[in-house]
Nanobody
Framework: QVQLVESGGGLVQAGGSLRLSCAAS????????MGWYRQAPGKQRELVAT???????MYADSVKGRFTISRDNVANMVHLQMNSLKPEDTAVYYC???????????????WGQGTQVTVSS
């Protein structure tokens, strides 16, 4: 089966930087998109950034100019470079992948376990 494992979260001062990483492994046939979501306490999970395969990335307005998403397609990895972090960026960040399992036609959404990002003021 497919697993997504993410890392890189932590505690950082406002204005600092963190780099999140996520690796997808297992019986992957093809990947349509990979991205990052986040969920703060008491709030809905929201899209942060997504990078469709072969197309340019999209970002939430709140992170444009500060965050950069990148993919290492050979390794089935996605990264999120977060600069100029603000306290309102504090959330659990989840890796997301839209992919097909090898030998199957159906697409499924997979999620990582989440990694905590805390930005102190």
């Amino acid at each position: 089966q497919v697993q997504l494992v993410e890392s890189g979260g932590g505690l950082v001062q406002a204005g600092g930087s963190l780099r999140l990483s996520c690796a997808a492994s297992g019986s992957i046939g093809s990947v349509n998109a990979m991205g990052w979501y986040r969920q703060a306490p008491g709030k809905q999970r929201e899209l942060v950034a997504t990078m469709p395969n072969g197309r340019t990335s999209m970002y939430a307005d709140s992170v444009k100019g500060r965050f950069t998403i990148s993919r290492d397609n050979v390794a089935n990895m996605v990264h999120l470079q977060m600069n100029s972090l603000k306290p309102e960026d504090t959330a659990v960040y989840y890796c997301n992948a839209d992919l097909r399992i090898r030998g199957r036609l159906d697409r499924q959404i997979y999620w990582g376990q989440g990694t905590q990002v805390t930005v102190s003021s």
